[in-house]
């Protein structure tokens, strides 16, 4: 039976290392257990995975218990094993006396697990950042070591391992180091830097073995600088960016922070900033309301046709309801059982989610329907050596060029840049990528009138001329993305190859900035302007990317947002693009107060606010009026705007 709830558990000193995941606590705690601190027997320890191969040295009772905690007290139940994703710092005073009762019970068995006379216990936890009140609130003589580490850093590997946007991972790592430092300041604790450990293993780890000898904790002993040498792999800070170039991407609030952590005495409030408190409430929200769809989605199989990201079974049950559909109206249009036939068209149309056709619908027209649907999926693996160009066309783009191009080659796609003769570094910045990625520059001539016709007649006659399989209009200030992550654009394209379709509609995500963080005008602009609104994604209008066609394809007609040519199958789930509007008022500014269009293109309806834009119309929205990108898996096409900010 567990002991009363105000005695401490633990009959043997023990030393609890914290600090945020990623952060090097997995190396400290592997240094620790050399000088003779018991974690207990390696069967009770988590195995290694690919992304801490030496093992990251937290039993896997103390996870299981941390990760209870943090989701007892969560506003709603996050994933599994994610509960330090969603958790906030833990108050035992909000804890009712059956849960104490339970994680009392639990850490009462791990403890005895641990125990041996005279040797002290060692644990480690990144959760204990938020869960550590209420094990201090059932333990005594315990030592903290708390390990810190640059956040930029932090939020790179968080981004590689849990593909986090930079933004919430320093968010993230504000959040529990905030909660690690003012929680244990009433306990023994040292402070160690990752990057000393690093750099001085000898020198770090002595000072810190030497403080616990202080504490009380006797009989540790150093590893050799030959054992130090074999555990630690030497990685450069920063993940092979410098230290300055990361500390430039936090918020002044982070900055600070940071520097405040190598002050003698820290002067360190337990609440976040509010730029991290926003930044996380909009992420949680995001996560929320994407459970919330993919639980109700599971529940009705007509929702699970209509999800954006269908899996390769549904697909194929997909493909193969539109194939028994045209063979069943095939048999049909031998019968005069007329009735039956609009009935089954009806029904489905309804598993297409389209409107069911009225009742004069002939079957010529159904038929003409189901081949929009396209056709069931071939057997056999898709291409492999499909080659996609992005045709890209530009007038001063120097701010987006290089991300743009970075991004594309990075999912495999090639590229071709139109260049409208820019005056900035526009080619500069493009030159780079020869070779790597970037097929050919070439100069429109410009003219005193920006003409989009010319621009994508140059698009469609460089489709002609180039080596390519697919292509795709797009415009520098982009960054398309396959419709799930997982795959790569070129994988995905090569599967609507495979599935017999020849165009594809994009899902266009404005991306603007907003009263809280109103400039972006930086190279870094897609890591921090994060907050976007979805534009006109009830219709089919950006339907950009194309198969090589036999014959002539038009993009002029539509302004260039609509491919079309005879025979034109659209793939049935839309991808998506960001769409970098403008990075700040001063950038909106620049780029489309000075433009002017050739009047017939005005008369078309082309251009809209681009004309001139005036500096009056330039008003921010406020972050709660936008949906946060908290990566690919969070983007959310609805509910959209039907015209855009500065409109």
């Given at each position: ?408 080659i990075s999912h495999g796609l090639e590229a071709y840049l139109i260049d409208n003769e820019s005056t900035d570094a526009t080619v500069e910045h493009a030159q780079r990528f020869l070779g790597k990625g970037l097929i050919g520059i070439e100069t429109l001539p410009k003219k005193a009138e920006f003409s989009w016709t010319e621009l994508l007649e140059a698009k469609l006659r460089a489709a002609d001329a180039l080596d390519g399989d697919w292509f795709i209009n797009h415009d520098p200030d982009e960054m398309r993305l396959p419709p799930s992550p997982g795959k790569s654009l070129l994988e995905w394209i090569a599967q609507v190859d495979h599935e017999g379709f020849n165009a594809v509609n994009f899902h266009e995500l404005t991306y603007v900035p907003c009263v809280e963080s109103p400039n972006h005008d930086h190279p870094e602009f897609y890591r921090t302007m994060r907050w976007y609104y979805p534009f006109r994604t009830d219709a089919v209008r950006q339907m950009k990317c194309w198969k090589r066609q036999p014959g002539p394809v038009d993009l002029v007609r539509s302004g260039g947002h609509q491919v079309d040519f005879e025979g034109l199958q659209r793939f049935p789930i839309s991808f998506y693009f960001r769409h970098y509007l403008f990075l700040s008022p001063e950038h909106a500014l620049r780029k489309y107060g000075n433009r002017v269009f050739p009047q ?48």
């Open positions: 039976m567990s002991s009363s709830p105000d005695t401490p558990l633990n009959r043997v000193s023990g030393v609890l290392v914290l600090g945020m995941h990623r952060s090097g606590t997995s190396l400290t705690a592997r240094l620790l257990r050399e000088t003779g601190l018991w974690a207990g027997e390696t069967e009770a320890l988590l195995p290694s995975v690919e992304s801490n191969p030496d093992g990251s040295g937290e039993r896997e009772d103390v996870v299981a218990l941390n990760e209870w905690v943090l989701k007892h007290m969560a506003p709603f139940p996050p994933p599994e094993w994610t509960g330090w994703l969603y958790g906030a710092p833990v108050d035992p005073e909000h804890l009712d006396s059956a849960a104490l009762l339970h994680f009392r019970s639990h850490l009462e068995a791990i403890l005895r697990d641990l125990e041996q006379p005279g040797r002290p216990w060692l644990l480690k936890d990144p959760r204990l950042c938020l869960t550590f009140p209420l094990w201090a609130a059932c333990l005594d003589s315990v030592h903290v070591v708390l390990v810190t580490r640059n956040p930029a850093s932090i939020a790179h590997s968080l981004r590689a391992r849990n593909h986090l946007p930079f933004s919430i991972g320093t968010a993230l790592w504000e959040r529990d180091i905030r909660a690690a430092f003012t929680s244990t300041e009433q306990t023994p604790r040292s402070r160690i830097a990752y990057e000393d450990l690093l750099q001085a293993p000898t020198r770090t780890l002595s000072g810190l073995v030497e403080e616990l000898r202080h504490s009380g904790f006797d009989g540790l002993a150093l590893p050799s600088n030959d054992e130090l040498t074999t555990r630690i792999r030497p990685r450069p800070i920063g993940q092979g960016e410098t230290a300055s170039a990361q500390t430039e991407l936090l918020t002044p609030a982070q900055r600070h922070l940071f520097e405040e952590l190598a002050a003698p005495r820290p002067d360190i409030s337990a609440q976040p900033s509010l730029g991290a408190r926003l930044a996380l409430d909009d992420f949680y929200a995001r996560r929320e309301i994407e459970g919330k769809e993919r639980t109700a989605a599971v529940e009705s199989s007509e929702q699970l046709l209509r999800m954006r990201r269908m899996d390769e079974q549904t697909m194929r049950t997909y493909y193969g309801l539109a194939c028994d559909y045209e063979r069943c109206t095939r048999e049909l249009l031998g019968s005069k059982r007329w009735r039956i036939g609009s009935t089954l068209a009806r029904f489905a149309d309804r598993i297409r989610t389209e409107p069911p056709p009225p009742p004069e619908e002939t079957f010529g027209s159904i038929q003409r329907r189901l081949q929009r649907v396209g056709p069931p999926r071939p057997s056999g693996p898709a291409r492999r050596d499909l080659k996609v160009v992005a045709l890209l066309g530009s007038f001063n783009e120097e701010r987006f060029i290089g991300p743009c191009l970075e991004h594309l017939q293109e005005l008369d078309a309806g082309w251009h809209h606010w681009r004309h001139r834009l005036p500096a009056d119309r330039i008003r921010l929205p406020r972050a709660s009026d936008l949906q946060f990108d908290s990566g690919p898996a969070s983007l959310n096409p609805y509910p959209c705007r039907q015209e855009h900010v500065l409109a």
